[in-house]
């Protein structure tokens, strides 16, 4: 397509500061409908288009700033005779995320008639004006995501449209090899609510004072890295209007008041000014914002002591501020630590002044911010939040949410408090919030969302620097909002503050929206718990697709790199989604211009890498060629495969020839003695990396041989450090050479699977993983879980597998879990609650599992041109599914009948099947479609 379009930016802005909003307008007149119409767009960070006022879709996609893509929408069906308006909200984060680098505000949009002739581009003919109902002076949602939306739609002001400034050409900026959109536009769907859970009042909301580290000591910053410090003192005094003690909320702070440390948030105040000084919890890792929430009980109010305003005071270090990349990692960034443990000196010094004259005479100068400098974070208000009954008219008609007939929910002032309503979805979605409600100018309406809350009602929070929330400030009247970010959780909470009226909610619910997946794979059996697991990890799949695969949907939807190896073996065995397997690749891929392996979550603004992620990635490769045949793109990618194991090539250790490296060594959330420069567990799954070459290679007619003489290398090194006392390898080398006095079960299973142990370790290397000893460290996750049920069926251990999954997802049913979680239960000590997340897709493994081995469908060429059919029929009566192929569903069932065993099977046409004999069909006559065998 040839792009004729430029970029454009409001005149009055530069594009760069943080949290932008903007609209852009281009109206247009026409004869007659055309016949075909098409609009190519594309922004930065994020568009929402509307054509006539009918929301036509969001966008773009994730990618590097130097493979920028464009969406195509085909338009036709919304343009009229006459009039037409094309409209676009574009929001520039100007913030680091973990799902896309932002360069500069940008908007580019190119319309194509065909009939007509005509073409309509960005250029100065447009209009463009900052949205003024949009606060840009928010904190981030979290470390991963975009900032907060607040949209105060009380501000009466209109919009400033002028003439659009044009910032360049489609190809001269930031944004480079521009080409469309390589996987399907995100679906929407209307869900509703599924029942009332109940409502609280609460109190009001705290007195916040939040710094925005990050953008105050380097703004226009968009990296997003651990090593990166914020050293600042924060001072003010709190002015008390009687003595008391009070309960703070603290994020990624410590603070003391008069020259006391706050424990556990309480501090004592005294009537009248109480120097209160602050400073980060830690100076390096991923929370940048530094807040601190007094109860609006309490009444207190802050002043800026320096010069006696509304405001406070920040004292800056900058010899001890700093960006860095994570590479090397926190526990290898000796500058780093040197930078903590020195600011480490000057807090505790600070934390004890007790008066403001002390605190003056250490810092006679400081930098000065007012209220408006501050950032505003709505969430601690529900975070912090403290709930009372509801009382008899405070609200009426509850349920009418969960309906679209018309009638309201009416929530009345409460002095004194504010309402809360919570909602259940009946299961755990994804999507942008949709509301419409009548209400008094100056209403609040805070939206959050949860994943989980135990039986009891106590709300899990993912997360203290999650903020899962948006705030809509009403007009006068009538107000209606679609958010412009989608957002996860199973329970809504409406919040209805400073109500000087009645309230009348005409309608609350969530537009899905996730990849358009087509559920063609399918399972049934007769145990229905197997049934139930298929399914809430099928859910779990489709929410945590959108333009890539993600972790999760609620907390950070990045693109994991390891995370996608194991998603994407789940959705071909359920959706297909084969576009979005080949773009996790690709754009995983890119990451090599800029990183010696394959980065960990790309696109992103944290500079990192997971050996272990790095190398999933190259047998998600060969997995992914092998599936579909698409030797095609095998070739494409196999420059990247390469470069990728060069990478790894050149961080052998010359002294045990196995992987050494100062990066992130993750494979589990266990206690893996991981923190060191030898990983055990990176020199195995460089094994299996260098397999999956080979294996590609062979296919595309490559040279191998090098990779296969690597390969053999680095087995005898593993194999060398073989501890015979412990009979287990240990799961690292400490940088002096010392070697670990932990073991775990996953260094033994990997070596299974990916035929790194010699023979004579086989027999102990078995016993660990099938009957691992209680000094071994287990599996912690079902992440890590998938890497041993493959190894089970390695070593012919199937039924294993089975146990092990009504071992691990069982307990996920007990809870009623619509999805599967991230972790097993206190792994990531997660106190009260089973897990951290509570839909993560790494976990979706009955996906790939239950349809091998209880429909006995198994792969047996590449290009899914023939398959095997050996349904595992242990403790069942019969089963029944199927899963998809490029070439269409391949369907197989059973039934067991006394001592006969009936198994029908189906496949596209030129698929071939055949029926393979396994263990659980001894003594049986088996009849395969029909025919005795």
Same mark, same amino acid.
């Given at each position: 397509?040839?792009?004729?379009?430029?970029?454009?930016?409001?005149?009055?802005?530069?594009?760069?500061?943080?949290?932008?909003?903007?609209?852009?307008?281009?109206?247009?007149?026409?004869?007659?409908?055309?016949?075909?119409?098409?609009?190519?767009?594309?922004?930065?960070?994020?568009?929402?288009?509307?054509?006539?006022?009918?929301?036509?879709?969001?966008?773009?996609?994730?990618?590097?700033?130097?493979?920028?893509?464009?969406?195509?929408?085909?338009?036709?069906?919304?343009?009229?005779?006459?009039?037409?308006?094309?409209?676009?909200?574009?929001?520039?984060?100007?913030?680091?995320?973990?799902?896309?680098?932002?360069?500069?505000?940008?908007?580019?949009?190119?319309?194509?008639?065909?009939?007509?002739?005509?073409?309509?581009?960005?250029?100065?003919?447009?209009? +463009?004006?900052?949205?003024?109902?949009?606060?840009?002076?928010?904190?981030?949602?979290?470390?991963?995501?975009?900032?907060?939306?607040?949209?105060?739609?009380?501000?009466?002001?209109?919009?400033?449209?002028?003439?659009?400034?044009?910032?360049?050409?489609?190809?001269?900026?930031?944004?480079?090899?521009?080409?469309?959109?390589?996987?399907?536009?995100?679906?929407?769907?209307?869900?509703?609510?599924?029942?009332?859970?109940?409502?609280?009042?609460?109190?009001?909301?705290?007195?916040?004072?939040?710094?925005?580290?990050?953008?105050?000591?380097?703004?226009?910053?968009?990296?997003?890295?651990?090593?990166?410090?914020?050293?600042?003192?924060?001072?003010?005094?709190?002015?008390?209007?009687?003595?008391?003690?009070?309960?703070?909320?603290?994020?990624?702070?410590?603070?003391?008041?008069?020259?006391?440390?706050?424990?556990?948030?309480?501090?004592?105040?005294?009537?009248?000014?109480?120097?209160?000084?602050?400073?980060?919890?830690?100076?390096?890792?991923?929370?940048?914002?530094?807040?601190?929430?007094?109860?609006?009980?309490?009444?207190?109010?802050?002043?800026?002591?320096?010069?006696?305003?509304?405001?406070?005071?920040?004292?800056?270090?900058?010899?001890?501020?700093?960006?860095?990349? %994570?590479?090397?990692?926190?526990?290898?960034?000796?500058?780093?630590?040197?930078?903590?443990?020195?600011?480490?000196?000057?807090?505790?010094?600070?934390?004890?002044?007790?008066?403001?004259?002390?605190?003056?005479?250490?810092?006679?100068?400081?930098?000065?911010?007012?209220?408006?400098?501050?950032?505003?974070?709505?969430?601690?208000?529900?975070?912090?939040?403290?709930?009372?009954?509801?009382?008899?008219?405070?609200?009426?008609?509850?349920?009418?949410?969960?309906?679209?007939?018309?009638?309201?929910?009416?929530?009345?002032?409460?002095?004194?408090?504010?309402?809360?309503?919570?909602?259940?979805?009946?299961?755990?979605?994804?999507?942008?919030?949709?509301?419409?409600?009548?209400?008094?100018?100056?209403?609040?309406?805070?939206?959050?969302?949860?994943?989980?809350?135990?039986?009891?009602?106590?709300?899990?929070?993912?997360?203290?620097?999650?903020?899962?929330?948006?705030?809509?400030?009403?007009?006068?009247?009538?107000?209606?909002?679609?958010?412009?970010?989608?957002?996860?959780?199973?329970?809504?909470?409406?919040?209805?503050?400073?109500?000087?009226?009645?309230?009348?909610?005409?309608?609350?619910?969530?537009?899905?929206?996730?990849?358009?997946?087509?559920?063609?794979?399918?399972?049934?059996?007769?145990?229905?718990?197997?049934?139930?697991?298929?399914?809430?990890?099928?859910?779990?799949?489709?929410?945590?697709?959108?333009?890539?695969?993600?972790?999760?949907?609620?907390?950070?939807?990045?693109?994991?790199?390891?995370?996608?190896?194991?998603?994407?073996?789940?959705?071909?065995?359920?959706?297909?989604?084969?576009?979005?397997?080949?773009?996790?690749?690709?754009?995983?891929?890119?990451?090599?211009?800029?990183?010696?392996?394959?980065?960990?979550?790309?696109?992103?603004?944290?500079?990192?890498?997971?050996?272990?992620?790095?190398?999933?990635?190259?047998?998600?490769?060969?997995?992914?060629?092998?599936?579909?045949?698409?030797?095609?793109?095998?070739?494409?990618?196999?420059?990247?495969?390469?470069?990728?194991?060069?990478?790894?090539?050149?961080?052998?250790?010359?002294?045990?020839?196995?992987?050494?490296?100062?990066?992130?060594?993750?494979?589990?959330?266990?206690?893996?003695?991981?923190?060191?420069?030898?990983?055990?567990?990176?020199?195995?799954?460089?094994?299996? +990396?260098?397999?999956?070459?080979?294996?590609?290679?062979?296919?595309?007619?490559?040279?191998?041989?090098?990779?296969?003489?690597?390969?053999?290398?680095?087995?005898?090194?593993?194999?060398?450090?073989? %501890?015979?006392?412990?009979?287990?390898?240990?799961?690292?080398?400490?940088?002096?050479?010392?070697?670990?006095?932990?073991?775990?079960?996953?260094?033994?299973?990997?070596?299974?699977?990916?035929?790194?142990?010699?023979?004579?370790?086989?027999?102990?290397?078995?016993?660990?993983?099938?009957?691992?000893? +209680?000094?071994?460290?287990?599996?912690?996750?079902?992440?890590?879980?998938?890497?041993?049920?493959?190894?089970?069926?390695?070593?012919?251990?199937?039924?294993?597998?089975?146990?092990?999954?009504?071992?691990?997802?069982?307990?996920?049913?007990?809870?009623?879990?619509?999805?599967?979680?991230?972790?097993?239960?206190?792994?990531?000590?997660?106190?009260?609650?089973?897990?951290?997340?509570?839909?993560?897709?790494?976990? +979706?493994?009955?996906?790939?599992?239950?349809?091998?081995?209880?429909?006995?469908?198994?792969?047996?060429?590449?290009?899914?041109?023939?398959?095997?059919?050996?349904?595992?029929?242990?403790?069942?009566?019969?089963?029944?599914?199927?899963?998809?192929?490029?070439?269409?569903?391949?369907?197989?069932?059973?039934?067991?009948?006394?001592?006969?065993?009936?198994?029908?099977?189906?496949?596209?046409?030129?698929?071939?099947?055949?029926?393979?004999?396994? %263990?659980?069909?001894?003594?049986?006559?088996?009849?395969?479609?029909?025919?005795?065998?």
């Amino acid at each position: 397509m040839n792009i004729t379009a430029s970029w454009i930016w409001p005149a009055d802005s530069d594009g760069r500061g943080f949290n932008l909003c903007s609209v852009f307008r281009r109206d247009f007149r026409l004869e007659s409908v055309p016949a075909s119409a098409r609009i190519l767009i594309t922004a930065d960070s994020y568009y929402r288009l509307k054509i006539n006022g009918q929301w036509i879709g969001d966008g773009p996609a994730r990618a590097y700033p130097e493979h920028y893509q464009y969406d195509i929408y085909d338009i036709s069906c919304y343009l009229r005779p006459g009039l037409n308006l094309v409209e676009a909200t574009v929001r520039y984060y100007g913030c680091g995320t973990f799902h896309q680098i932002p360069q500069r505000g940008g908007f580019l949009a190119q319309i194509e008639l065909t009939g007509p002739g005509q073409t309509i581009v960005t250029d100065g003919s447009w209009l +463009a004006a900052r949205m003024p109902q949009w606060v840009e002076n928010t904190v981030k949602s979290s470390i991963q995501q975009a900032p907060l939306e607040i949209v105060d739609a009380s501000v009466a002001a209109g919009f400033d449209w002028k003439p659009a400034a044009v910032v360049c050409c489609a190809e001269e900026g930031p944004w480079r090899g521009l080409h469309p959109r390589d996987v399907k536009p995100l679906s929407r769907r209307e869900c509703l609510f599924r029942r009332y859970v109940g409502g609280h009042r609460v109190a009001k909301e705290p007195l916040v004072v939040a710094i925005p580290a990050d953008r105050l000591l380097f703004p226009g910053d968009t990296t997003v890295n651990h090593c990166n410090s914020f050293p600042v003192l924060i001072a003010f005094t709190v002015e008390s209007p009687q003595s008391q003690m009070v309960h703070l909320g603290l994020e990624n702070v410590k603070v003391s008041v008069n020259g006391r440390s706050a424990l556990n948030g309480e501090v004592s105040l005294k009537a009248g000014s109480n120097l209160l000084v602050a400073a980060p919890a830690q100076l390096t890792g991923h929370r940048p914002n530094y807040e601190i929430a007094f109860p609006a009980d309490a009444g207190v109010s802050v002043r800026n002591f320096y010069n006696g305003g509304e405001g406070v005071a920040i004292v800056e270090f900058p010899e001890l501020a700093g960006l860095a990349e %994570d590479i090397p990692y926190v526990w290898a960034n000796a500058p780093a630590a040197e930078r903590g443990a020195a600011f480490s000196r000057i807090v505790n010094a600070a934390l004890a002044l007790r008066t403001v004259e002390e605190f003056l005479g250490q810092y006679p100068a400081a930098r000065l911010l007012d209220r408006a400098e501050l950032a505003l974070d709505p969430h601690c208000a529900f975070q912090w939040r403290e709930p009372f009954p509801l009382e008899s008219g405070d609200v009426e008609n509850p349920e009418a949410l969960i309906y679209t007939d018309g009638d309201c929910t009416t929530v009345n002032p409460a002095p004194g408090y504010d309402i809360e309503l919570c909602y259940d979805l009946g299961e755990q979605n994804v999507g942008f919030w949709n509301f419409a409600l009548f209400a008094p100018a100056g209403t609040v309406l805070d939206i959050a969302a949860l994943e989980y809350m135990t039986p009891d009602g106590r709300l899990q929070h993912t997360g203290s620097n999650y903020r899962n929330l948006m705030r809509y400030i009403c007009r006068e009247g009538y107000n209606r909002y679609s958010s412009m970010r989608r957002r996860s959780g199973r329970y809504l909470f409406l919040t209805v503050r400073n109500a000087a009226g009645p309230v009348r909610i005409q309608l609350a619910r969530l537009v899905e929206s996730t990849y358009p997946v087509v559920r063609e794979g399918e399972f049934n059996a007769s145990d229905c718990r197997l049934n139930r697991i298929y399914e809430i990890s099928a859910r779990t799949m489709k929410l945590c697709m959108e333009d890539t695969f993600t972790d999760c949907p609620l907390y950070e939807q990045t693109l994991w790199v390891g995370d996608a190896r194991n998603e994407g073996l789940f959705a071909m065995s359920v959706f297909g989604a084969y576009d979005l397997v080949r773009r996790c690749i690709r754009l995983a891929g890119q990451s090599l211009e800029r990183f010696p392996l394959v980065g960990c979550q790309v696109p992103s603004g944290w500079s990192s890498i997971i050996p272990i992620w790095s190398f999933m990635w190259g047998i998600s490769v060969q997995e992914y060629c092998y599936e579909t045949g698409d030797l095609a793109f095998g070739r494409e990618v196999w420059p990247m495969v390469c470069k990728n194991l060069e990478g790894a090539r050149s961080m052998i250790d010359p002294e045990t020839g196995l992987l050494r490296t100062l990066a992130w060594n993750l494979f589990d959330w266990s206690k893996t003695d991981c923190d060191h420069p030898v990983l055990l567990q990176n020199s195995m799954f460089l094994v299996g +990396a260098l397999t999956a070459a080979i294996e590609l290679g062979e296919s595309l007619g490559e040279p191998v041989e090098a990779f296969r003489g690597q390969r053999e290398e680095l087995k005898r090194a593993i194999n060398a450090q073989w %501890d015979a006392r412990k009979l287990a390898w240990p799961d690292s080398i400490h940088a002096d050479g010392t070697v670990s006095e932990d073991a775990s079960m996953h260094t033994s299973m990997l070596a299974l699977l990916y035929d790194a142990a010699n023979p004579e370790h086989v027999a102990a290397a078995r016993a660990n993983t099938v009957t691992p000893r +209680a000094e071994l460290i287990r599996v912690a996750s079902p992440f890590a879980a998938l890497y041993l049920y493959e190894a089970f069926e390695k070593i012919g251990m199937a039924d294993e597998i089975l146990k092990t999954i009504y071992r691990d997802y069982l307990p996920m049913l007990r809870l009623g879990s619509t999805t599967v979680w991230e972790t097993f239960p206190a792994a990531l000590n997660t106190g009260e609650f089973p897990t951290r997340s509570h839909c993560h897709g790494w976990s +979706a493994a009955p996906l790939y599992f239950l349809p091998r081995l209880v429909l006995g469908i198994l792969p047996a060429a590449p290009g899914a041109m023939k398959f095997r059919i050996s349904p595992r029929i242990t403790g069942l009566e019969f089963a029944s599914g199927a899963r998809p192929t490029i070439h269409g569903r391949v369907e197989a069932g059973w039934e067991r009948k006394g001592n006969e065993l009936f198994i029908t099977a189906r496949a596209p046409a030129g698929v071939e099947l055949e029926y393979l004999e396994n %263990d659980t069909h001894t003594d049986l006559q088996v009849y395969f479609n029909g025919k005795p065998v």
